[in-house]
């Protein structure tokens, strides 16, 4: 995808997720966020946005602060104008801006435009979890991609690798798409590798937009299909961090 497409993205989820969260009081709980609110929740995508925005306009990433509002109307007027801020911000940034990432990228815009629509996707499906009328599902390509992104980025890192007996292979596959990774772990080694392999440890199947949720922990084992080792996939259901960043899903 490129910059123009994330944006799309970005606005599209960040729309489903202020609608989503303006059915259920901000007090409901989040289940796929233990111990979140919605109004925890709106406030967190809120500061990850004028976070992101800060960086953008130069800003070192450890120098923000900001504090969502407690008022139920001016949490989701802040939630608006930090969304509105982020689209136009990454709409005026340079292609190649010399603007600091998570990770090293050829293209921060292209970075953080990615990022954010992911973020705020993710999100989106915790607010449609939390308001319990169901989770709309993604488009595949844009699942598929943000597969890639969890797997191949810092997102991976998050699962807790130090209960793992050794090496294990965990191979993904979207039964809609032509990709597929497998990711190796163990107590030292975190790594992705384009394309399943045959004997992976466990290895698991499922449309692209399951695939993408279960990935985040946002939807259970029923969504998707398991073989192999099954502790595995409850490690990382265990195991794996949602909120190990206080600026990141």
């Known amino acids: 995808m490129d910059a123009g497409g994330y944006l799309d993205e970005l606005q599209l989820q960040g729309r489903l997720l202020r609608s989503s ?25 809120t500061r990850v946005h004028r ?8 800003g070192r ?8 509002p407690e008022d139920e ?17 990454l709409l005026a940034t340079p292609d ?27 999100h989106r499906v915790d607010a449609q979890l939390a308001a319990g009328f169901g989770v709309q599902g993604f488009e595949p ?24 007996p050794g090496e294990r292979s965990i191979s993904l596959t979207p039964l809609d798409s032509n990709a597929s990774w497998t990711l190796l772990v163990g107590p030292q080694l975190l790594s992705c590798r384009p394309q399943a392999v045959d004997d992976a440890d466990l290895s698991v199947f499922g449309l692209a937009s399951d695939l993408y949720c279960w990935a985040w922990n946002r939807a259970g084992t029923e969504e998707v299909s398991l073989r192999g080792d099954l ?7 265990q195991d794996f961090r949602v909120n190990a960043r206080a600026q990141s899903a």
């Open 231 to 237: 502790a595995l996939a409850d490690l990382w259901r």
């Open 96 to 122: 190649r801006a010399a603007i600091w990432t998570i990770t090293p990228a050829a293209s921060a815009k292209l970075f953080w435009a990615r990022r954010l629509a992911h973020e705020t996707a993710i």
């Open 21 to 45: 969260a303006h059915q259920c009081p901000l007090s409901a709980a989040v289940p796929s966020c233990p111990g979140w609110t919605v109004a925890r929740l709106l406030g967190h995508v």
């Open 61 to 68: 990433p450890d120098a923000f602060q900001f504090s969502p």
């Open 141 to 164: 390509a844009f699942a598929v991609d943000g597969i890639e992104e969890l797997l191949t980025g810092s997102g991976a890192a998050r699962f807790d690798r130090s209960r793992l």
């Open 51 to 58: 976070w992101a925005v800060s960086i953008l306009r130069g």
């Open 73 to 89: 109307a001016e949490l989701f007027d802040a939630y608006d104008a930090g969304l509105a801020q982020l689209l136009d911000q």
